[in-house]
Nanobody, 123 residues
Framework: QVQLVESGGGLVQAGGSLRLSCAAS????????MGWFRQAPGKEREFVAA????????YYAGSVKGRFTISRDNPKNTVYLQMNSLKPDDTAVYYC????????????????WGQGTQVTVSS
């Protein structure tokens, strides 16, 4: 089992920045591939970014590439999502997720989820 707890969400003006954190506990975090997803009201959960267990690879959705950066600190059992140049379209609940197989941008392939943190970007 892996327990995930997100933090760092909030209200920010367009153009601003936020840094989300996801603290993990339980099964060996350093062996897991981690992802960030988001879900806006009435929309399907969508992929935002992912990072491999060994930090060798990162992946981004086209809509956030160049603005968001995913990173992780394995000794601290934490994954981060730095979000810059935020837009109102980025408004959503953001979730971190873990899986113990290869990379995936499909939320249905992640086994462990946090409770989510709200990000609201005002125009």
């Amino acid at each position: 089992q892996v327990q995930l707890v997100e933090s760092g969400g909030g209200l920010v003006q367009a153009g601003g920045s936020l840094r989300l954190s996801c603290a993990a506990s339980g099964r060996t975090f350093s062996n897991s591939n981690m992802g960030w997803f988001r879900q806006a009201p009435g929309k399907e959960r969508e992929f935002v970014a992912a990072i491999s267990w060994n930090l060798a690879s990162t992946y981004y959705a086209g809509s956030v590439k160049g603005r968001f950066t995913i990173s992780r600190d394995n000794p601290k059992n934490t994954v981060y999502l730095q979000m810059n140049s935020l837009k109102p379209d980025d408004t959503a609940v953001y979730y971190c997720a873990a899986r113990f197989r290869g990379y995936s941008n499909d939320y249905r392939e992640y086994q462990y989820w946090g409770q989510g943190t709200q990000v609201t970007v005002s125009s």
